[in-house]
DNA sequence: AGAATTCTAGATTGCGCACTCCAGAACCTG
DNA sequence: CAGGTTCTGGAGTGCGCAATCTAGAATTCT
């Protein structure tokens, strides 16, 4: 899928350049990318300078690689949530993981996507870009389960879902930054809450009657 | 309020620091914080070297002094607008605004405090906090325009506006900082307008009876 | 095995940029 | 108008950190 993949690594070699970009994707979070020297990220990944540079260009390709390392880590943790957005349940499910994930770092970091787009977004144009598409695919994701909740007819039938979709992203996104600024999972929880609620509005009412919590099948 | 302020500036030291602040708030949010060089400040505002440490200690006293700037800025901007927002019509007021703002700006920069807290969370405790505050100011804000709607009996008794308004200004960073990534205005007119709709679902029958554009003194 | 390639290592370099310094101009105060 | 204070100017300094260089160790290939 990428151009540029010009050689082949070793397998030896796949790791390092893996365990440089998982140290770097910590790092940045915690420190954001500014405050991330790259002798710390040698450090924490217990690598040689010449090793960095012999897997990236410079600072920027390591950043690249530690866009799409986040990326992927974010989409691959929400799959399995994702995959069930299609019920009220679900959505619950999604915001209670999210909620308590952000308890746990003690609303660190924020969103490990949004962080680093807003810290690239006019800087490094690239950067945006790949950040963007990281943000098409998770508006995918969220878009591919409400459909369905709308073809299996619990939702309204003109219910813009790509629409409803991206607010989804907006409030999660909303509330991640407010909630890594205030320290609070307050925000998040109360953003989540509410496109759940809207969300819930717009069900029709075969939709509504299902008892919410009870198995469909 | 603040407590350190030592020493009583000049009319034409007021003016100076002033220029210099607003350069930098320009400069911080087309570039982001850790991309704006002192001496771009100093060339943007015309001054010397001597004039900025003249005025600030270090770069993050310019910077605290920059996060106080962009929220009395983007307030006081709003001022008018939030004060109509007890109304659906104020509510859509204030939703254009913001876009057409964006679309003006081509989504460059995003919201100049959501910005900033983003750059600063992990960095820079101190200025995290007056991020935290302006956000308070802005939810509060927001608060009032909602409450007093609900005073007049148009959004339901039941309705936790506190929330509500915390929900409306998560919506509008997530979108803005979906804008500012994706380029297009879009993300931020979804994500108000869907706010908007929610606020619309809560209103009590008598409220949805009014003819929302008529006026109703 | 031996050649070619990939990988590891860290000392060194170079420069961007925050910050210092000092000297002089403008401005208040009595 | 003298003496203090605030303000302005810009040359100069130091250092943090990205990036280079060189040389040697491990792999891979034939």
Do not use: N
């Not at 990428?2 to 690594?9: H, K, P, T």
């Not at 909620?99 to 945006?128: F, K, M």
């Amino acid at each position: 899928m990428s151009i540029g993949q010009e050689r082949a690594l070793t397998r030896k070699g796949a790791m390092t350049r893996q365990r440089i970009v998982q140290a770097a994707a910590e790092l940045m979070l915690e420190r954001g990318i500014a405050g991330t020297r790259l002798e710390d990220v040698q450090l924490a990944a217990g690598v040689s300078t010449g090793q960095v540079y012999h897997y990236f260009a410079d600072k920027q390709a390591l950043v690249l690689a530690v866009v799409d390392f986040q990326s992927d880590e974010v989409l691959d943790a929400q799959e399995p949530l994702l995959a069930r957005l299609d019920t009220m349940t679900g959505l619950r499910a999604w915001r209670d993981a999210m909620v308590e994930h952000q308890r746990r770092l003690q609303c660190v970091g924020g969103c490990p996507i949004g962080s680093l787009g807003s810290e690239l977004a006019e800087t490094d144009p690239a950067g945006r870009h790949r950040v963007a598409a990281s943000f098409e695919r998770w508006h995918g994701g969220i878009h591919h389960g409400l459909r369905r909740m709308q073809e299996r007819g619990e939702l309204a039938a003109d219910v813009d879902v790509d629409d409803l979709a991206l607010e989804a992203l907006t409030a999660l996104q909303g509330g991640l930054l407010l909630t890594q600024i205030q320290r609070t999972t307050r925000p998040l929880a109360v953003a989540l809450d509410g496109i759940i609620a809207r969300i819930s509005a717009l069900r029709t009412q075969a939709g509504q009657l299902r008892r919410t919590g009870a198995a469909v099948r």
